[in-house]
Nanobody
Framework: QVQLVESGGGLVQPGGSLRLSCAASVSIFRLSRMGWYRQAPGNERELVARISVSGGGTTGYASSVKGRSTISRDNSKNTVYLQVNNLKPEDTAVYYC???????????WGQGTQVTVSS
């Protein structure tokens, strides 16, 4: 069982930045991959960014955030971060952290954190 605790959401003005954090309850080295999805009202959940743990830190981004987002990890804190710059109203969504356990392949989800981009 893996618990994920997210933080860092809130209300941000267009053009602003935020950093989301996701802390895992297990050693990050027991995970194969961590990342972030988001879901806006009426939309399906979409992948925002992901980072491999077992694969040397390879990252991937959705085209909608590529170039203005950075996903990173702090192994000592079992935590993954998502930095998003130049926020747009269409970035408004609930952001969910996920992690995949290395030995079972089972994915776990955080409770979600609301990000609202509005003036």
């Amino acid at each position: 069982q893996v618990q994920l605790v997210e933080s860092g959401g809130g209300l941000v003005q267009p053009g602003g930045s935020l950093r989301l954090s996701c802390a895992a309850s297990v050693s990050i080295f027991r995970l194969s991959r961590m990342g972030w999805y988001r879901q806006a009202p009426g939309n399906e959940r979409e992948l925002v960014a992901r980072i491999s743990v077992s694969g040397g830190g390879t990252t991937g981004y959705a085209s909608s955030v590529k170039g203005r987002s950075t996903i990173s990890r702090d192994n000592s804190k079992n935590t993954v971060y998502l930095q998003v710059n130049n926020l747009k109203p269409e970035d408004t969504a609930v952001y969910y952290c996920y992690a995949t356990l290395l030995d079972t392949g089972v994915a776990y989800w955080g409770q979600g954190t609301q990000v609202t981009v509005s003036s």
